[in-house]
């Protein structure tokens, strides 16, 4: 059975950091580009951060130079350092397989980026 399980947002003033964590379960991981993914109020989920099983990355322009992706595969895991957050940061981020994703969405976690 797959499962994605984001954790690690919260509160944080701008300019603040955080770093969200995934852990995948099933075959869902293996071999396979992973991303993150955010949707804000009223927005459509976006795509903001990609990574292969090699170890490529790719971000959106949005979040190029302040957000860093990584992964582990031998422990199914993956990373999203957030630096120099801004209040249009603030959303639900998702992990899932890029950079369409899969049905397999997880509960994502809630960033909420204000003073």
């Known amino acids: 059975q797959v499962q994605l399980v984001e954790s690690g947002g919260g509160l944080v003033q701008p300019g603040g950091s955080l770093r969200l964590s995934c852990a995948a379960s099933g075959s869902i991981f293996s071999g396979i580009a992973m991303g993150w993914y955010r949707q804000a109020p009223e927005k459509q989920r976006e795509l903001v951060a990609a990574i292969t099983s090699g170890g490529f990355t790719k971000y959106a322009d949005s979040v190029k130079g302040r957000f860093t992706i990584s992964r582990d595969n031998a422990k199914n895991a993956m990373w999203l350092q957030m630096n120099s957050l801004k209040p249009e940061d603030t959303a639900v981020y998702y992990c899932?397989?890029?950079?369409?994703?899969?049905?397999?969405w997880g509960k994502g976690t809630r960033v909420t980026v204000s003073s």
């Open positions: 899932n397989t890029a950079p369409y994703g899969s049905n397999y």
